[in-house]
């Protein structure tokens, strides 16, 4: 913080829920601290991108920027601080370079919103009302089904409350809605089906109560069994430990939402281009609501039909792999999201890595998924083949992203087929 005083700082994050929860607790922290400041949103970080920041103030990334140490390296910042939770690409970190990232010690599963809280922490007590945006971030991430230490204690700081139930979300509304809506999981004969809704709930056991159902938060512990059975029944490829299991309720505009619903208003509002009502949902400006929200429902129609496009697609698939080039069909920002929903889907066997493909202006963004996020490290495989092709990687173990020149299109195919056709052996 001594390096801040009197100086501007340039805060670049990330537009997914980890990054915008990140840069909302940073923001009202340093507004809090009277500090000069501004914030850029992005989809991603490009060497161009950094080449034209302002090199004397203070640069502070959140959620991104360990995968572009060598870019920043070049350029010559005077003070620049890192804080995420990506791989870290470089070797050797000059000091002018600070970065809070426990990929360089322990590894801590841990989102950049709950270190930017944990940060933001320590420069005052009255920042512990953000934990709850750290839980958010956490949730984003889906990094909530083991709980770290660090994130032990971040959710101990918050007032979320934290209840075993189904799965599905919202839980805090109505459960025939909420069905009706059901893609993850998909139930056969309800999903979409108002009728095979009703008879679902008739056949657990429940009616409406004064023309409304119960959500699945108020629900008793027969009745989720019954309805979990109900639900097992009809798509018999769910596994019960995905379909029963914590969730995380917490208070925005003074009403009690499921964190993974305020995740995915989130989300929508960024892939589509409009990380600013996301921006300002998470900072409960009550105007951004409605909006947030119609974002949020036209964003699950576009992603609907992006997943029918990706199913009936042409896919290259070999033994352990699949590859989805969906060119100009889908939105480059949803490229990650149906590779998630995919690595999700039971249609892949666990390990299976898949990877989507969309452009986006001159250039492809790549996203790569392991289903049951086990299997190769998709961000060295990834990596591996742009120090052939060029472009910027990023990412985890088993969710990672890289960018190309639409040039390189075939030649990246290309080596991707080569290398995901080496088996991996196990020494
Ligand atoms: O973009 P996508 O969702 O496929 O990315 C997967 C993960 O990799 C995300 O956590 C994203 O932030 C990260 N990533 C990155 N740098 C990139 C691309 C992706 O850090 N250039």
Redesign the pocket.
Known sequence: MEKSRDREIQIIS?F?T??ISSAVIMISALKKLDSKFSLKIV????ENFINKLSKNKLTLFL??A???IEHIKKNNFSDVFIIDH?EISAEDIPENIDIVNPMMHDKQKISSSGLTYLFCREISEENKKYAKLAILGMIG?NLEKEISKMNHEILEDSEIIKKRGILIYPSTRPLNRVLEYSSNPYIPDVTGNIQGVLEMLRESGLAPKNGKYKSIIELSDDETEKITTSILLRNPKIKSKDLIGDLFLLKMFNQLEDARDLSAVVNACSRSGNSEIALKFLMEVSSSKKLAESTHIKYRQKLISGLKFVEEAEKISGKNFVIINAKENIPDTM???I??ILSNSPNYSEGTVIV?MAYYENRI?????NAGKCGRNV?ELLARIIQITDG?????EH?????ISQEKENEFIDLLKKNLEVEVVKV
């Open positions: 990330h997914d980890d990054g989809k991603s970080l490009d959620d991104l360990s995968g572009s990506h991430d490229a990650g999201t590779a998630s989507t963004k790549v996203s790569a998924r961000r910027e990687v990023g990412g985890h969710a990672a992203g890289c960018i």
